[in-house]
């Protein structure tokens, strides 16, 4: 069994973290992951409060263990949705595309632990003064927004220059990712884009056909020239499209914000993956069905502790 500070403290069975996926993550897949032991995370995204409280209610019908707000800081109901988490007092809420300091009272008073996404150990430093619980250190093997650095030399350094416990993100889509996150000293890790493979996961049927169709070098990462808006996405027409007028002179950092607005939206909603956005992660190559989310976590917790179990095999 594997022995985590991240289950200790939420009061779940594995540190395994579903990822806060806008227009994915709802409260029916929240559940499932929940229900299987791991933390299931509702995407607040950029939709208003109404959406995200229905998405509670959903989520609590369904299970009655823990499960998470994901809140991106930049969107235009941020102040709506992190009141109405505090509302709810959800038992945590992961952040993105900025630092939650503004937020962090609302949240403790509430009992809620926050527990940021971070692409960098200068903001990961920042997060654990502003008083996160933990942090995820996301490599930008992930789908959708992305930093520079991969996970591999991203997870160490955030360990060691934070002294609250540490998830890994990127690249992590089965037991192997998972007993290499503890190797680098994390506590747990946060997957996307396995449980897009999820039968619980409501995204369109293109959408999850254009993942079980991946291979290795089926992603790339536009908005790069600009900076701030980086994604990992499934090559496809938008994808060429985008990086083609990215590099042209004469594109600004505003055409390119405009070519993103609905994309994503597009293609998991609508199933348009051909012009819709795509966001997956380097691992989709790797995965080959969809499973119900209590296999999916059976499967990764009994590769990744058979696995450390094994590790002495190593040592002479």
């Known amino acids: 069994m594997i022995v985590s500070p991240i289950c200790e403290m939420l009061g779940i069975e594995y540190p395994i973290f579903q990822g806060g996926m806008a227009w994915i993550a709802d409260g029916r897949l929240a559940a499932a992951v929940s229900n299987a032991g791991g933390l299931g995370i509702i995407s607040a995204m950029n939709a208003g409060g109404e959406h995200l409280r229905e998405q509670i209610k959903i989520a609590r019908e369904l299970t009655k263990k823990p499960f998470g707000v994901n809140i991106m800081l930049m969107s235009p109901h941020v102040e709506e949705v992190a009141r109405i988490a505090a509302e709810e007092k959800v038992a945590v809420?992961?952040?993105?595309?900025?630092?939650?300091?503004?937020?962090?009272?609302?949240?403790?008073?509430?009992?809620?632990?926050?527990?940021?996404?971070?692409?960098?150990?200068?903001?990961?430093?920042?997060?654990?003064?502003?008083?996160?619980?933990?942090v995820i250190a996301e490599g930008g093997e992930s789908g959708g927004h992305i930093g520079e650095l991969a996970t591999m030399p991203l997870v160490p350094q955030v360990v060691d220059a934070v002294d609250i416990p540490v998830l890994a993100a990127g690249g992590i889509g089965d037991g192997r990712g998972v007993a290499a996150a503890f190797m680098l000293g994390?506590?747990?890790?946060?997957?996307?884009?396995?449980?897009?493979?999820?039968?619980?996961?409501g995204v369109h049927k293109n959408y999850k056909d254009c993942v079980l169709k991946a291979i290795d070098v089926s992603t790339t990462a536009t908005g790069r020239r600009f900076g701030g808006s980086t994604c990992r996405v499934i090559k496809n027409q938008f994808a060429r499209d985008f990086l083609k007028?990215?590099?042209?002179?004469?594109?600004?950092?505003?055409?390119?914000?405009?070519?993103?607005?609905?994309?994503?939206?597009?293609?998991?909603?609508?199933?348009?993956?051909?012009?819709?956005?795509?966001?997956?992660?380097?691992?989709?190559?790797?995965?080959?069905?969809?499973?119900?989310?209590?296999?999916?976590?059976?499967?990764?917790?009994?590769e990744a502790e058979n696995l450390l179990k094994g590790a002495a095999k190593w040592v002479r």
């Open 93 to 134: 809420v992961t952040t993105g595309a900025g630092i939650p300091t503004k937020y962090m009272p609302l949240w403790k008073e509430a009992g809620i632990k926050v527990i940021p996404v971070a692409a960098s150990v200068a903001a990961a430093k920042m997060m654990a003064r502003a008083g996160a619980d933990a």
């Open 245 to 302: 007028l990215e590099y042209e002179p004469e594109t600004t950092a505003e055409m390119i914000d405009r070519l993103g607005v609905g994309a994503l939206r597009k293609a998991a909603i609508e199933g348009d993956t051909r012009e819709g956005c795509v966001m997956a992660g380097q691992i989709s190559g790797m995965l080959k069905q969809t499973q119900p989310a209590a296999q999916i976590i059976g499967e990764i917790v009994a």
């Open 186 to 201: 994390a506590a747990g890790v946060q997957m996307g884009t396995r449980f897009l493979l999820a039968e619980e996961c």
